[in-house]
């Protein structure tokens, strides 16, 4: 047992609470509970360490505004032992309403030196893609141009949940009917997603519904104008790869369906 890494597990448990007269017998019992743990699941023994101290870590937190709970020795190695920690909420401001989004600035402090920033959400309501399998096995898609990239873009339908909408299964059936006039059965979400947590607080969820069939017209808001083309579902790999489709979200909607169809799950 290496006289460092002691000292560094035993920095970590002071900085998380632990008294600095416990902290080496700690130190020395964690090195060894870690061991057991690699040998059990067959981890790393630092990944079951990290495992270790990343549990007590909850429990022995000092409030978030002491500079000790905050700060890890500069080596950076205790820091990887713990894994990253939640950056407290200090407070929050709304400064605009955008009608698809509403953005606010939000101040927190970084539990690994203490520094305070301003970060900006955009908050959305949530989305939903839908990956619509006819009875002869196709895939329906839609065309529409869209104004970001200023292009003609190929995608899964979907679109935004409607105030009050909690159901995203309920609310991708209706995206399907409106944007394609296709209706199917079995509808059941096979994934989800976080559009861009770096910004966003939205999910995007998708949603299969298989044995599609026309049964009425597109029923088109006055700023949507789309076309319905059904492609092999067999050609998902290739619409990717080749660029076919290239909408980051219903990329990750093939890719759900794709897992799916391997596990069945």
């Given at each position: 047992m290496d006289a460092e890494t002691l000292q560094a597990i035993a920095s970590v448990l002071e900085n998380l609470g632990c008294p600095p007269a416990k902290?080496?017998?700690?130190?020395?019992?964690?090195?060894?509970r870690s061991l057991q743990l690699a040998?059990?699941?067959?981890?790393?023994?630092?990944?079951?360490?990290?495992?270790l101290l990343r549990a007590m870590a909850g429990g022995w937190a000092a409030p978030s505004g002491s500079p000790s709970s905050a700060d890890l020795p500069a080596t950076g190695r205790e820091s990887s032992l713990v894994g990253v920690r939640p950056w407290p909420d200090l407070g929050q401001e709304t400064l605009g309403d955008y009608r698809i989004f509403r953005?606010?600035?939000?101040?927190?402090?970084?539990?690994r030196n203490g520094v305070e920033r301003d970060f900006y959400v955009m908050d959305c309501a949530d989305w939903v893609n839908v990956v619509a399998i006819t009875e002869t096995g196709d895939l329906v898609l839609v065309e529409q141009f869209r104004h970001g990239v200023a292009s003609v873009e190929l995608e899964v339908p979907g679109g935004i949940m409607d105030p009050g909408e909690t159901d995203p299964v309920a609310a991708g059936l209706r995206e399907l009917r409106e944007e394609t006039g296709y209706a199917g059965e079995g509808a059941i979400e096979i994934g989800c997603v976080l559009p861009n947590s770096a910004i966003q607080s939205n999910r995007c969820r998708t949603v299969l519904v298989r044995n599609c069939r026309k049964v009425g017209d597109l029923?088109?808001?006055?700023?949507?104008?789309?076309?319905?083309?059904?492609?092999?579902?067999?050609?998902?790999?290739?619409?990717?790869?080749?660029?076919?489709?290239?909408?980051?979200l219903a990329v990750a909607a093939l890719f759900h369906y794709e897992l799916w169809a391997r596990t069945g799950r």
């Amino acid at each position: 047992m290496d006289a460092e890494t002691l000292q560094a597990i035993a920095s970590v448990l002071e900085n998380l609470g632990c008294p600095p007269a416990k902290c080496p017998e700690m130190a020395a019992q964690l090195h060894r509970r870690s061991l057991q743990l690699a040998a059990a699941t067959g981890r790393s023994q630092p990944e079951a360490l990290g495992h270790l101290l990343r549990a007590m870590a909850g429990g022995w937190a000092a409030p978030s505004g002491s500079p000790s709970s905050a700060d890890l020795p500069a080596t950076g190695r205790e820091s990887s032992l713990v894994g990253v920690r939640p950056w407290p909420d200090l407070g929050q401001e709304t400064l605009g309403d955008y009608r698809i989004f509403r953005l606010r600035s939000v101040r927190r402090r970084s539990p690994r030196n203490g520094v305070e920033r301003d970060f900006y959400v955009m908050d959305c309501a949530d989305w939903v893609n839908v990956v619509a399998i006819t009875e002869t096995g196709d895939l329906v898609l839609v065309e529409q141009f869209r104004h970001g990239v200023a292009s003609v873009e190929l995608e899964v339908p979907g679109g935004i949940m409607d105030p009050g909408e909690t159901d995203p299964v309920a609310a991708g059936l209706r995206e399907l009917r409106e944007e394609t006039g296709y209706a199917g059965e079995g509808a059941i979400e096979i994934g989800c997603v976080l559009p861009n947590s770096a910004i966003q607080s939205n999910r995007c969820r998708t949603v299969l519904v298989r044995n599609c069939r026309k049964v009425g017209d597109l029923e088109l808001d006055d700023s949507e104008d789309i076309a319905v083309r059904l492609v092999p579902a067999s050609d998902i790999p290739s619409l990717v790869t080749q660029g076919a489709v290239r909408h980051s979200l219903a990329v990750a909607a093939l890719f759900h369906y794709e897992l799916w169809a391997r596990t069945g799950r």
